[in-house]
């Protein structure tokens, strides 16, 4: 395809804005799908993504409109996956930006217009939903030329869902985004945008050629990684697959080259003919490293080497997941995982639960801290890096603890913006900028990241009720006064419950751990002490009373079958408890204790 046929972009958007659904009219619209298998939302794969509606994985659509041919890059929608968005906007030349009619501009639609800008794309505004009786698109308008900068006065009006503004938007694509730029005879270079593993190509990857081209049986070299493959496949998705003889510069498609698992594809790598390799690679490739760790365990035992099969299997799909064995007192076998962030985290977990049924305890997530050791008379003084608070050396040894910190930019209606406000002072942030644009704040905070991986993001929306909207960007790794807090439960620590604070929070979340779990534990026939210890000096108590020995006698006595029931559901409870001495800890209560107050 000559390059002046060829327009590349993306799609930015607020979660729930629209994205989706207006990918697959513009697919349905050049005729790519018939309306049978218009059906179910084609650019969303997986269950999950559908179910939360947000997009995982980034896919491509080459669709065809007046002679030319547009490629269409979903990219994923949340911010754990910056990493791989920025790379599928840098393939592109241009983006619509779909803003809801009715909700607005968001935190994310900002963040992710201002990635686009970065891109030098060329955004095209859409204003989506004008079919909702709640839809204000004047005022909509305003806010992105008040709010963005971008002139809206050519926006176009739009209802995703029922197919109007669908030809003004191809129309638009074709006049006003850039089409690409590259050498037909320079040596191949071409972006691996993604990948992921497909049971019957194998590894499929999503190429961006900028300079040669790429064809079946070539030897291609990837130079981030330092390796070679054959390229045994080249073509597009239209959504189907469709195979193509090369992919020249400027175009988008995929290739395979029986590589086995995505982990030995890293986004943003150079793809290069290895013959003739091209002189530089591409800028900005980035290796992505995990930022919250958290340990998994089976319910039950015997069910370790299934949980080691389902993660392998997991992680083939998925190269920014890591995991290694983890032993643990208390919990058994296990593995450390480590994520790009806290949805990451439910994602995997809510996966390897549902499509491998196991049944899981999460230890508490974790991030990575620095710990700077002082010198002792055999080793020399020296930094490590600390995924897990198990593992938290001697604290007289440790002379300084580092935290990783975020910047995070929250937009709210001017109600909420107190408790807001408080909820951010609470996580220790400290406040950059608040602004008001349209009857709403913008804010801007630092955050030890520390403070928002338990559950900020769902306290921010319920304080909200769901309005308010957050977006977040690690900013390095800052001192703090860090301890690690151990619980006690019948005076045992629970590995998997001890976590590190700040010890000016240390307090209040170790009592507000033990009021959660005397509440979660049940009553054992003894006296249960539940203690939040710093070293050893206990900063909060509870106890759970024990229970009378006449109790089931007395209100089962005479009902037999009443009794066998009650003793079935004991041995259905039995198996989501773990025992700690002799103390048993219902599943639930592993991550309901974490949940801060
Ligand atoms: P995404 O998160 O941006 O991909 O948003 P989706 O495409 O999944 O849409 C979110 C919700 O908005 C879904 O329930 C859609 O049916 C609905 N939706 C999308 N476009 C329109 C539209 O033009 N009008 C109305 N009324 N609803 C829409
Ligand atoms: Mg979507």
Not at 73 to 82: L, Q, S
Not at 118 to 144: F, G, Q, S, T
Not at 284 to 299: A, H, T
Not at 482 to 501: F, P, Q, T, Y
Request: glycine share 8%; proline share 5%.
């Amino acid at each position: 395809t000559p390059l002046d046929r060829i327009r590349n972009f993306s799609i930015i958007a607020h979660i729930d804005h629209g994205k989706s659904t207006l990918a697959d009219r513009l697919i349905q619209r050049t005729g790519g799908l018939s309306d049978r298998e218009m059906s179910a939302q084609v650019l969303d794969n997986m269950d999950i993504e559908k179910e939360r509606g947000i997009t995982i994985k980034a896919q491509t659509v080459r669709l065809e409109w007046k002679g030319h041919v547009l490629n269409l890059m979903d990219t994923p929608g949340h911010v754990d996956f910056a990493y791989e968005v920025s790379r599928s906007l840098a393939a592109c030349e241009g983006a619509l930006l779909v803003v809801d009619a009715a909700q607005g501009v968001e935190a994310q639609t900002l963040a992710n217009v201002y990635q686009s800008i970065e891109h030098d794309h060329e955004i095209l505004p859409v204003i989506n939903k004008i079919d909702l009786p709640a839809a204000e698109p004047e005022k909509v308008r305003a806010e992105i030329e008040d709010i963005i900068g971008l002139d809206a006065s050519e926006a176009v009006l739009a209802s995703a869902k029922s197919g109007i503004g669908i030809d003004e938007i191809l129309d638009q694509i074709v006049a006003k985004i850039p089409p690409p730029k590259g050498d037909a005879d320079a040596p191949l270079k071409a972006m691996l945008v993604d990948s992921w593993y497909d049971p019957y190509l194998g590894v499929v990857i999503l190429v961006r050629v900028i300079d040669g081209s790429i064809k079946k049986g070539q030897q291609i070299k990837f130079l981030a990684a330092g390796t070679t493959h054959l390229v045994d496949r080249v073509g597009a998705f239209r959504p189907k697959i469709e195979q193509l003889g090369q992919l020249g510069p400027g175009e988008i498609g995929f290739i395979t080259a029986q590589i086995k698992e995505v982990a030995q594809t890293a986004v943003g790598d150079t793809i290069t003919d290895a013959k003739k390799p091209a002189a530089a690679p591409l800028p900005g490739f980035k290796e992505v490293q995990p930022v919250v760790f958290c340990g998994l365990f089976p319910v039950d035992a015997n069910d370790f080497e299934k949980l080691r099969e389902s993660i392998g299997k997991l992680r083939l799909n998925d190269a920014s997941f890591s995991y290694e064995m983890e032993t643990s007192a208390a919990l058994g076998f296990g593995f450390r995982c480590g994520f790009l962030g806290l949805l990451h985290l439910e994602i995997i977990q809510e996966r390897l639960m549902r499509e491998y049924d196991l049944d899981l305890i999460t230890t508490a997530p974790s991030v990575v801290y620095r710990i700077h050791l002082s010198h002792s008379k055999t080793e020399d003084a020296k930094v490590i890096e600390l995924h897990n608070p198990a593992d938290m050396p001697d604290p007289n040894r440790i002379e300084e603890i580092e935290e990783p910190w975020i910047e995070a930019t929250i937009y709210v209606p001017d109600e909420y913006l107190g408790s807001i406000l408080k909820l951010c002072q609470d996580r220790r942030g400290i406040q950059k900028d608040l602004t008001y644009v349209g009857g709403r704040a913008q804010l801007r905070y630092e955050l030890p990241l520390n403070e928002v991986v338990f559950d900020f993001y769902d306290r921010l929306k319920s304080i909200s009720r769901g309005y308010a909207s957050f977006d977040y960007h690690q900013i390095g790794h800052r001192p703090g006064d860090l301890v690690k807090m151990n619980i006690l439960v019948n005076n045992e620590a629970v590995d998997a419950l001890s976590m590190i604070v700040h010890r000016g929070t240390a307090e209040a979340r170790g009592r507000g751990m033990c009021e959660r779990l005397k509440d979660l534990i049940p009553r054992h026939l003894f006296k249960i002490p539940i203690q939040a210890a710093i070293g050893g000096k206990v900063i909060a108590r509870e106890t759970i009373a024990a229970l009378r020995k006449d109790v089931t006698a007395k209100c089962y006595g005479g009902d037999a079958s009443r009794k066998r029931k009650l003793l079935d559901k004991q041995k259905e409870g039995k198996k989501r408890m773990r025992e700690y001495g002799s103390v048993s800890i219902p599943q639930e209560a592993f991550i309901a204790a974490l949940r801060m107050g």
